[in-house]
């Protein structure tokens, strides 16, 4: 008998100590099921951010700053309403002639320009899941189109976006 409480006593953690373990790993699941759901969203919104931006720079001046305003969803401040963390500094808009080569001056060579692209550069996203990536790197989206305007309608003066 004395065997037995020696025994049953040196068990009483030992369920909390299992919960702990399995519910470690339950959590880590749970959170990475839901994060992985979130950074699908935010591939598609950086895909449509940068569809968003190239179509304004096709259409707006050279130089003009609204592509990338419209290409994060800004509501002010050059700060995206729908993805955190997400800025007008992560848009480059870069004007490609018809080889699709950047056009360093693209002011000076206005009539080389054939094709604007928008691309998010610099961008990771941040993780909640416990111990494991902080960030997940989310630059190297782009979209090309074809130049239309460029701000610049026939037989009328210039105008901003």
Known sequence: MKRSRI???SQEGTTTVEFAIVGLLLFMVLFAVIEFG???FVMNTLTEATRRGARMAAVCPVGDTKPASVAVFD???GKSAVVYGLTTANVLIEYLDA???TIASPTTNF?????????IVGFSLPLAIPTLLPTLPMSGFSATLLRESLGVPANE?????
């Open 7 to 9: 025994f049953a006593c």
């Open 38 to 40: 979130r950074a699908l």
């Open 75 to 77: 509501v002010g401040g």
């Open 99 to 101: 080889n699709a080569n």
């Open 111 to 119: 009539s080389a320009i054939r094709y604007v692209r928008a691309s």
């Open 157 to 161: 003066p210039i105008t901003s976006c």
